[in-house]
């Protein structure tokens, strides 16, 4: 494992006032409670072009909220991944995530590595209820976090 000052990242996206856009803020919240000596947690709950100033050559884990039909969990662990499956994405950023990617790549300001989990959902309506069923994935992703974690550093 790494320390705090590691290179290592764990990034949660989102807005806790739109229901379950909340999922990204809330699993790294829960992460830094129970592991916050390996991995620096952040939350970014505005403008993802701060990512930009962030991320730069360091590895990266992101955690949010996708608008899909797709069940279960999205996981992505390459850019180009990433770039193929935004293509049917709709977006509940002003500015996607697959968007800023790009632009830190093609400005030479993207990080080294990139693990994404995307938690599917229709519900980002205003309000600060994240229904049952997406809080009760929390753990679970907090397990594919430590797996993937171990297994890479």
């Known amino acids: 494992m790494t ?3 590691s290179e290592l990242l764990l990034i949660g996206i989102g807005n806790t006032m739109r229901q379950d856009d909340a999922i990204g803020i809330e699993v790294v919240r829960n992460y830094k409670s129970q592991y916050s000596d390996f991995v620096k947690v952040l939350e970014i709950k505005d403008d993802l072009t701060r990512l930009l100033t962030i991320w730069n050559d360091k590895d990266v ?3 949010d909220a996708v608008e899909s039909d797709e069940k279960g969990f999205i996981e992505f662990y390459n850019f180009e991944e990433i770039y193929n499956f935004s293509q049917s994405l709709r977006n509940a950023h002003s500015i996607g995530f697959e968007q800023v990617l790009k632009l830190a790549i093609e ?7 990139i693990y994404f989990i995307g938690i599917p959902s229709k519900f980002y309506a205003l309000g600060d209820q994240m229904r049952g069923s ?4 929390i753990p679970e992703i907090i397990n594919k976090i430590d797996g993937y974690i171990s297994k890479n550093f």
């Open 3 to 5: 320390d705090n000052n």
């Open 61 to 63: 884990i992101v955690v």
């Open 107 to 113: 400005l030479h300001q993207g990080p080294k590595s």
């Open 134 to 137: 997406t809080k009760e994935k």
